[in-house]
């Protein structure tokens, strides 16, 4: 057994597809099938069952994946402190779903070069759940995710809490409402990110008749599966239709859009931040969330031991 192939497991079933997890692994597909092969052979297990059409990860290849996960992250660490002691300049991989990274990044990453100008970040955007396994693999340091999320070895803080607001475009009805609910939009063209992305997942969690929406079947709704909330914008303020984007989303002058205020109290996010128990660079962890505390985007409300305070509009 060696770190190689308990790397290839675990690539192998976060990818579910052999040739995805070879090029991941900067690999040719019969090496790591050889190598996942022989692990199973040398442990007496079968970790993964192969099917014609998918690959299925077995009760106790669940285990070893596991544990393999929690191997490699110890051995990221090792990595981290030994190069903190031959190097002046540390280097922080972070993390950001794409519907944060945009709105708060360059709200914090200046302050944090002032605040800790030895520390190179290294950033990186990506959906939820990839996010979460290369933080559990050591991969990633800390990330920035929204509510619900947990995960062995998992630490959370939350940092602030937002509203949904309605985006519409300029001279649309809905402008003169002070607020909107549902029932206002039930015949709009109504767009949404697409599949994976977990604020699609929090408006449909607020708003679930729109799952019934015939606007989300649409073939326009469909072609914007792999766009991002940007793209959607410009959508609306040509006229394609109308949005719901987080608030920290609708604080740019805009020529073409309009926001308006949800009628629903929990059509809301809750941003947090999150780091491995075990990781090690304690003092990088406290000036990271200090930051992140002190930054102020306008409409979010700064959480903090259960308490909050509002930022200045």
């Given at each position: 057994?060696?770190?190689?192939?308990?790397?290839?497991?675990?690539?192998?079933?976060?990818?579910?597809?052999?040739?995805?997890a070879?090029?991941?692994?900067?690999?040719?597909?019969?090496?790591?099938?050889i190598?996942i092969?022989?692990?199973?052979?040398?442990l007496?297990?079968?970790?993964?069952?192969?099917?014609?059409?998918?690959?299925?990860i077995?009760?106790?290849?669940?285990?070893?994946?596991?544990?393999a996960?929690?191997?490699?992250s110890?051995?990221?660490?090792?990595?981290?402190?030994?190069?903190?002691?031959?190097?002046?300049?540390?280097e922080l991989k972070?993390?950001?779903?794409?519907?944060?990274?945009?709105?708060?990044?360059?709200?914090?990453?200046?302050?944090?070069?002032?605040?800790?100008?030895n520390?190179?970040?290294?950033?990186?955007?990506?959906?939820t759940?990839?996010?979460q396994?290369?933080?559990?693999?050591?991969?990633?340091?800390?990330?920035?995710?929204?509510l619900?999320?947990?995960?062995?070895n998992?630490?959370?803080?939350?940092?602030?809490?937002?509203?949904?607001?309605?985006?519409?475009?300029?001279?649309?009805?809905?402008?003169?409402?002070?607020?909107?609910?549902l029932?206002d939009?039930?015949?709009?063209?109504?767009?949404?990110l697409?599949?994976?992305?977990?604020?699609r997942?929090?408006?449909?969690?607020?708003?679930?008749?729109?799952?019934?929406?015939?606007?989300?079947?649409?073939?326009l709704?469909?072609?914007?599966?792999?766009?991002s909330?940007?793209?959607?914008?410009?959508?609306?303020?040509?006229?394609?239709?109308?949005?719901?984007?987080?608030?920290?989303?609708?604080?740019?002058?805009?020529?073409?859009?309009?926001?308006?205020?949800?009628?629903?109290?929990?059509?809301?996010?809750?941003?947090v931040?999150?780091?491995?128990?075990?990781?090690?660079?304690?003092?990088?962890?406290?000036?990271?969330?200090?930051?992140?505390?002190s930054?102020?985007?306008?409409?979010?409300?700064?959480?903090?031991?259960?308490?909050?305070?509002?930022?200045?509009?």
């Amino acid at each position: 057994m060696n770190l190689n192939e308990l790397k290839y497991c675990v690539e192998l079933a976060k990818e579910k597809h052999f040739r995805k997890a070879a090029e991941k692994c900067f690999v040719s597909q019969p090496t790591l099938s050889i190598a996942i092969k022989k692990l199973e052979t040398e442990l007496g297990v079968v970790i993964f069952e192969r099917q014609k059409n998918d690959i299925l990860i077995t009760p106790i290849g669940k285990e070893v994946i596991d544990i393999a996960k929690s191997v490699l992250s110890k051995i990221e660490t090792i990595k981290q402190i030994t190069k903190q002691k031959t190097s002046t300049i540390k280097e922080l991989k972070i993390g950001v779903i794409y519907t944060i990274g945009p709105y708060l990044l360059p709200h914090f990453i200046s302050e944090f070069h002032q605040r800790a100008g030895n520390i190179r970040l290294l950033i990186e955007e990506n959906y939820t759940h990839i996010l979460q396994q290369k933080l559990e693999t050591g991969e990633l340091d800390i990330i920035i995710v929204s509510l619900p999320f947990e995960g062995d070895n998992i630490q959370t803080l939350p940092i602030y809490e937002e509203d949904f607001q309605l985006a519409v475009p300029k001279g649309h009805r809905l402008i003169k409402s002070a607020q909107v609910d549902l029932t206002d939009i039930e015949n709009e063209t109504i767009l949404l990110l697409g599949s994976g992305h977990c604020f699609r997942d929090q408006v449909l969690k607020a708003y679930p008749k729109l799952l019934d929406h015939k606007a989300l079947h649409s073939p326009l709704q469909k072609s914007l599966e792999g766009s991002s909330l940007e793209t959607i914008r410009y959508m609306v303020g040509s006229g394609a239709g109308i949005t719901i984007l987080p608030c920290s989303a609708c604080q740019n002058q805009d020529k073409l859009l309009d926001y308006i205020p949800l009628a629903d109290a929990g059509a809301k996010r809750t941003v947090v931040m999150a780091w491995r128990r075990s990781f090690s660079q304690l003092q990088t962890l406290e000036i990271f969330q200090k930051t992140l505390l002190s930054v102020k985007i306008p409409c979010t409300r700064l959480l903090k031991s259960g308490s909050d305070r509002d930022n200045p509009k």
